[in-house]
């Protein structure tokens, strides 16, 4: 079992930034990806980026070159640095770690982008 518990987040205006963190506890040496997940209202979760336990990040097209991924698989830490923002990107953003076939989510915590 992976507990998630994210932090950072809030209100930025367009073109601002944020940063979101999250920190896995219980059994993370079963993690092989982390990374941060988006759900705005009446749409659908969509993966924002991914970071493998060897380091490879994976960007969702729409935040390529504004957002940044960082993190230790190993030591069970994902951050994610959010340039540039625009207010189509307010959402709940969830932190996921992936162990084999068994995704893992946190509690989920609010972005919003003012114009």
């Known amino acids: 079992q992976v507990l998630l518990v994210e932090s950072g987040g809030g209100l930025a205006q367009a073109g601002g930034s944020l940063r979101l963190s999250c920190k896995a506890s219980?059994?993370?040496?079963?993690?092989?990806?982390m990374g941060w997940y988006r759900q705005a209202p009446g749409k659908q979760r969509e993966l924002v980026a991914s970071?493998?336990?060897?380091?490879?990040?994976n960007y969702a097209d729409s935040v390529k070159g504004r957002f940044t991924i960082s993190g230790n698989n190993a030591k069970g830490t994902v951050n994610l640095q959010m340039d540039n923002l625009n207010p189509e990107e307010t959402a709940v953003y969830y932190c996921?770690?992936?162990?084999?076939?068994?995704?893992?989510w946190g509690q989920g915590i609010q972005v919003t982008v003012s114009s």
């Open positions: 996921n770690a992936q162990s084999g076939i068994t995704y893992y």
């Open positions: 219980g059994n993370i040496f079963s993690i092989n990806v």
């Open positions: 970071i493998t336990s060897g380091g490879r990040p």
